[in-house]
């Protein structure tokens, strides 16, 4: 690391005052990313917490890190599944660090391409917020999605989700959700059914006959009773440990809730937001249990029966609730306000679920609504909060 | 009676005076319909997936616009003042109906296309706004020329939106395969190119829209408001 130190110190007088000025944002952004910032205070005095925004970012990435280690091994354990053959948990493991690694790259270049860009146009230092935008999209993409569009979804979230608000911090959309959702209905042949889940399926490259990858939310949208793929079912168990088709880093439950302990310990994500979405997630779960008789279909019938409890380990929304919803930037940004927004966000994540055929997978699209009201509850909180206020302070004035 | 010889003062003006001119490049860019005044969204969203509809609304608006600005512009000494709505109505919903009348029996399949939205010509906010804002107070060539310039400047965003949709979205400019056969594997295809599918659903045309205000806005300096 020292001699990195060196070269950054050696270039700082050129990128600073000297010719290659415009390139100081990227100097910066490097430095900071490395080491600790030497910046000071510099009017009067602060007391200055040691975590800054990057160390923050750097915390999610850590509790990223179960998610991503156990999804490149599930991709190649599908792969291998899908192709009849027979292989370790090293090669499962390798495989998946082929398929994801590229996108992880592929993401970085272009947002932090889009990035550089407008800190150099802004005249302003690379924000960081992208750190974690770039790691959580490759994990919520299917595994086979060609590189190109893995790209072009990545640099629109940052160009319309955040750099048109005024970039990171202003944002009022998840940068990495948007990037799913642009992809999901700009392509959606290669991010939704039941081929692009598992790699090389698509391709149809030596798949084992009668192979199809659909995953167990797909399967129980389209009134299967006990969904099963290649000769395994796809119960709740095998979906809390991790072992069902789907996007890389969503599909198990136990890694997310290793990175939810880090968050939660760290005090970066908020608890509120995840135990009040578990909470509304499971409200709705139940609702649909009781109205279960009462459906219009008896595939709708069989999906509405499906034990509450279960929808919190199937598709994405254990990841959903615990690294996307929590984003402290689209969030709510008001205590009750986290309350009532995760709330909503699990209620109406089962719903899109239950109610759209067309979503087997809802938490994306609640997540995206809430983040659009989020504001809205918090102006309601602080309206509601002033009033009582008011009041009070009427109540002492006529008291005294 | 001053107005009636200021009227006989601005008729001796010569006909591309600079302020009529300025009537027709105003709307272009400064004063856009669409961009800046926000008006006629609707129409915009709806019927830029392909270029042929948008080609086809602009001059079906271009046609309601002039005559109507001409025809208020020439009854305006006569209107009374109270019902100039409803007369303003009457004008541009015969108008829109001899427009939809042609369209139907010349090139039926751009009209099945634009379906409702050139019945809708009648409550698009531009031709109403221009009626009650220039052609009730202006001579018919200046009504007449405001209607070129407001026409051209939704138009040329019509056009603008259509073109990049229909060419990312389908692929193709006027229905012409520009970037090869999506089903044959031809051209950019052959190379795993995709159509965005998003670019045929109106929230994109939105995006879109707002990009073009992004890129006007902070290329007119007149526009940036702090």
Partial sequence: ?400 | MSTETQEVAKSREPLFSKKNRKLISDPLNENNPITVQVLGICSALAITVKLEPAIVMSISVFVVLAAGNVIISLMRNIIPNRIRIIVQLVVVASLVILVDQVLKAFVYDVSKQLSVFVGLIITNCIIMGRFEAFALGNTPWKSFLDAVGNAAGYGFILVTVAFFRELLGSGTLFGIEVLGNAADKTGLYAIGYENNGMMLLPPMALIVVALIIWVQRSRTKSLIEE
């Fill in chain 1, 1 to 400: 690391m020292k001699f990195i130190q060196n070269i950054l110190d050696k270039t700082r007088p050129a990128v600073t005052t000297g010719k290659l000025k415009p390139l100081y944002p990227l100097h910066n952004a490097l430095e900071t990313m490395m080491f600790v910032p030497d910046h000071t205070a510099h009017s009067g005095a602060h007391v200055r917490d040691s975590i800054d925004l990057k160390r923050t970012m750097v915390t999610v990435i850590f509790a990223l890190v179960p998610a991503m280690i156990f999804g490149m091994w599930n991709t190649g354990y599908w792969h291998f599944t899908a192709l009849g053959v027979e292989s370790t948990l090293m090669e499962n493991f390798l495989y998946g660090v082929q398929i994801l690694l590229p996108m992880i790259i592929v993401t970085y270049a272009a947002g932090l391409g889009v990035e550089i860009l407008f800190s150099y146009l802004r005249k302003h230092p690379v924000n960081e917020g992208f750190l974690v935008s770039g790691m959580l999209i490759p994990l919520i993409m299917p595994a086979d999605i060609p590189l190109w569009m893995v790209a072009i979804s990545t640099i629109f979230a940052v160009l319309i989700g955040k750099e048109v608000f005024g970039g990171t911090g202003m944002n009022i959309l998840n940068p990495a959700l948007t990037a799913r959702a642009f992809a999901f209905f700009a392509y959606p042949s290669w991010m939704s059914g039941d081929q692009v889940w598992i790699s090389g399926l698509k391709s149809g490259e030596g798949v084992v006959d009668g192979f199809s990858g659909a995953t167990a939310l797909g399967q129980y949208a389209a009134g299967s009773e006990a969904p099963a793929i290649g000769g395994q079912a796809l119960d709740a168990y095998h979906a809390f440990i991790g072992q069902i088709p789907g996007s890389i880093g969503e599909t198990s439950t136990l890694a997310i809730l290793i990175g939810a302990i880090m968050l939660i310990a760290s005090g970066i994500g908020s608890w509120k937001i995840m135990l009040s979405g578990v909470a509304g997630a499971l409200t709705m779960g139940l609702i649909f249990n009781l109205v279960a008789d009462y459906a219009i279909s008896t595939d709708q019938q069989v999906y509405m029966a499906l034990p509450f409890w279960q929808h919190l380990v199937y598709g994405g929304f254990a990841f959903g609730i615990v690294l996307m919803a929590t984003d402290p930037v689209s969030a709510a940004q008001t205590e009750k306000g986290k309350w009532i927004y995760g709330f909503l966000t699990g209620i109406f994540c089962i719903m899109i679920r239950v109610f759209n055929p067309a979503f087997p997978e809802g938490v994306m699209l609640a997540i995206l609504f809430m983040n659009v009201m989020a504001p809205l509850i918090d102006h309601y909180v602080i309206q509601a909060n002033v009033k009582k206020r008011q009041k009070r302070a009427q109540l002492a004035t006529a008291n005294s």
